[in-house]
């Protein structure tokens, strides 16, 4: 079993609508939790990043951990097309000291105006 | 504006050629990693350093080897390029601890 999974979809959505992205994972060490974003052609971008459970808004961004179910998710609202891109999610373990992140392999977005 | 560069966009090479990809940042960073991105494996990590002359495997460093002479400057080096090589190659820098990564805007390698 991979240590995070992620559907790599992609996902079409209207512009508009509530995006929803999730990732599951399997090692209960992990605490902290991020999402990136990636446009076409360039780095990833930290979008959102959360530590152990609970919601985290930011504008039109909420980020869910889940830790009994091992469940992250991301949701974006009223979205648009300039929120087309690939959505990657990230974690870590609380004391891994070499800074190692495991990385979902990334869930491509397009919002169609 | 922080800022990671890479030295080329795209880059072209022939099998069994040494290549060098660099990687500067201005942020004054401890931390220093290569990734390379494939579709269906995601992001793997090849090297990373968490100080100048220091450095560390990742997940997948055969076939690779970096060097960081300098805080803000770390190559990662191919000493024979393969086909298999051909890639996306990210750089990326963090301050100590569990701070968020600085990407660079990658380096496509064609390995022909």
């Known amino acids: 079993q991979k240590e995070v999974e992620q559907d790599p979809g992609p996902l079409s959505v209207p512009e508009g609508a509530i995006v929803s992205l999730n990732c599951t994972y399997s090692?209960?060490?992990?605490?902290?939790f991020m999402w990136y974003r990636q446009y076409s052609r360039k780095g990833p971008e930290l979008l959102m990043y959360?530590?152990?459970?609970g919601n985290k808004e930011d504008g039109r961004f909420t980020a869910q951990v889940d830790k009994s179910s091992k469940y992250i998710s991301l949701f974006i609202r009223d979205s648009q097309p300039s929120d087309s891109a690939t959505y990657l999610c990230?974690?870590?373990?609380?004391?891994?000291?070499?800074?190692?992140?495991?990385f979902g392999k990334g869930n491509q977005v397009v919002v169609i105006p | 504006d922080v800022k990671v560069t890479q030295s080329s966009r795209y880059l072209v090479k022939r099998t069994g050629e040494k290549v060098f990809l660099e990687c500067v940042q201005d942020?004054?960073?401890?931390?220093m990693f290569w990734y390379r991105q494939d579709p269906g494996l995601g992001l793997r990590l090849i090297y990373f350093?968490?100080?100048?002359?220091?450095?560390e495997k990742g997940d997948i460093p055969e076939g690779y080897s970096v060097s960081r002479e300098k805080k803000e400057r770390f190559s990662l080096i191919l000493e024979s390029a393969s086909t298999n090589q051909t890639s996306m190659y990210l750089c990326?820098?963090?301050?100590?601890?569990?701070?968020?990564?600085?990407f660079g805007s990658g380096t496509q390698l064609s390995v022909l």
């Open positions: 990326a820098s963090s301050t100590g601890g569990f701070e968020k990564l600085f």
């Open positions: 090692n209960s060490a992990f605490q902290y």
């Open positions: 959360t530590y152990s459970s």
């Open positions: 990230a974690m870590s373990p609380f004391d891994y000291g070499n800074n190692r992140l495991a």
């Open positions: 942020m004054d960073h401890e931390n």
């Open positions: 350093s968490y100080d100048v002359k220091m450095k």
